[in-house]
Each structure stands twice: as structure tokens, then as C-alpha cells.
């Protein structure tokens, strides 16, 4: 019985992986989404001084301890803590300020503009806490945002059009500030 020629098989299968990786596309976007200053901006540091009650301070230990203005809390808290944070339904004063302005579809509505997460984390903190805190994060701003969506325009988030999510965004701004704890205990 007569062998089957097998020699060229290699050259077709990488030409084959070659064409599928060209015209394949590969445009996933992961990651958190932030916004970075402007490049033209860095060498000017600018002091902005925040409220304590418009603060929210987080820090991550090396050890794994979350703390929240000093306080440790558990990862499952921190969404809650966060949504009552930044939502401040009843106009509580060691709560952020809130702010009446004009959004657009929404008209004169309160808005979460003056608050601040700031998260504190030390350099030797493990990614997987590291992003679980992130997560929680988004998590409070998504939940809070959904919330919104379904009371103002009877639908959720994903099914509302640009200029809907544009206004709910402007009633929760998401405001997060980061830095790294040092060894000797300041940020750098």
C-alpha cells in the first residue's frame, strides 16, 4: 500500500494560520476605563483641594486589609458603601455635596459632582485585591447609573440611546483618584 505525501501539509496549514490571523479582527477592549490627563498638561501640577465630607478614602495594605476612611471593610460591603457614598439620597451632611444643575433630557436634577474616591494602594498589594477593588467600584457606578436609567426612562442602561447615557453619566460622574502607598508611607 503506497504511502500518502504528507511534505506540504506544514507550508498549507501555516499559509492557512497566516490568513486567518490577517484578516481576523482583534479588537476586544479590556481593561478599566479611565481618563488620563493630557500630555501637555504634566508638567503642571495643580493642588486641588477636596472637602473631607467629598472624600472617600480607600486604602489597600499589603497584608490585604481594606480600610475605608480608616475603618476596615469587607470586599462585599464596599459597592454599598460606595453607591450610598455617592448617591447621597437623603442630603446627608457627612456625605458628599450635592450639586442642582441642568442636565440635558432630565432638566434641574441633583448631581454627584463633587465627590472623590481616593484610593491608596501599597506597592506590594496583590492584583487580584487590587482589581476586586476596582470592580466594586464600577460595580457601585453601574448599579447606581442602572438605577437611574430605569426610574427616568423605564428602560435599562445598555437599551438607552447616547444622549440618555450622557445625562445619566453626568449625575454620577465616575471620580476616582489613585496613587501607590510607598515603604516609608506617602504616595508616589
Known sequence: ??????????DISFMLLIFF??????????????????????????EVIVKKRNALCLKLGADGVMTCNDEPIAMD????????????????????EMSEREVHLLGRYKVS???????????????????????????AYHQLREELAQKQFGRTLANCNNEQREAINMVYPQRISEQAITEEGGGR
Not at 500500500?1 to 506544514?10: D, E, K, R, V
Not at 459632582?113 to 460595580?139: K, L, N, P, T
Open 77 to 96: 460591603a464596599l459597592t454599598e458603601r460606595v453607591k450610598t457614598f455617592v448617591a447621597n439620597d437623603a442630603d446627608d451632611p457627612t456625605l458628599p
Open 1 to 10: 500500500m503506497p504511502g500518502l505525501n504528507t511534505t506540504s501539509t506544514a
Open 113 to 139: 459632582d463633587r465627590h472623590v474616591i481616593m484610593m491608596d494602594v501599597h506597592r506590594d498589594a496583590s492584583y487580584d485585591m487590587y482589581f476586586q477593588m476596582q470592580d466594586a467600584i464600577v460595580r
Open 21 to 46: 490571523l490577517v484578516t481576523s479582527s482583534m479588537d476586544s477592549d479590556w481593561g478599566l476605563p479611565r481618563q488620563l490627563p493630557n500630555p501637555e498638561n504634566q508638567t503642571e501640577e495643580q
